[in-house]
């Protein structure tokens, strides 16, 4: 069973920065797709960013130029540097996780696992 576990999540003003992580346990890291989902209040869950098994990557458009995903397969680990945050920003940040099929990046649907997720609160 995958088990994953956001941190890094916290308070910070307009323009700053955050890196977030995600740890992966339970099974082969290298094999499975990653991304990066939030959700702001009263608001429906949105894709960020993801990751292919070989380190291809997918963005919205609103984070591109401001957010790098990135995975490091020997710390089984899933990072999104956030940079010139946005208010607009602000939102709980989730993980998640799927055996790679070279497909569907951004469909919330396709995802099989989830972590808990990060506050992130940006003020202006």
């Known amino acids: 069973q995958v088990q994953l576990v956001e941190s890094g999540g916290g308070l910070v003003q307009a323009g700053g920065s955050l890196r977030l992580s995600c740890e992966f346990s339970?099974?082969?890291?290298?094999?499975?797709?990653m991304a990066w989902f939030r959700q702001a209040p009263g608001k429906e869950r949105e894709f960020v960013a993801g990751?292919?098994?070989?380190?291809?990557?997918y963005y919205t458009d609103s984070v591109k130029g401001r957010f790098t995903i990135s995975r490091d397969n020997a710390k089984n680990t899933l990072y999104l540097q956030m940079n010139s945050l946005r208010p607009e920003d602000t939102a709980i940040y989730y993980c998640?996780?799927?055996?790679?099929?070279?497909?569907?990046?951004?469909?919330?649907?396709?995802?099989?696992?989830w972590g808990q997720g990060t506050q992130v609160t940006v003020s202006s």
């Open positions: 998640a996780a799927k055996i790679d099929t070279y497909s569907d990046y951004s469909r919330i649907a396709s995802y099989d696992y």
């Open positions: 339970g099974r082969t890291f290298s094999i499975y797709a």
């Open positions: 990751t292919g098994r070989y380190g291809t990557t």
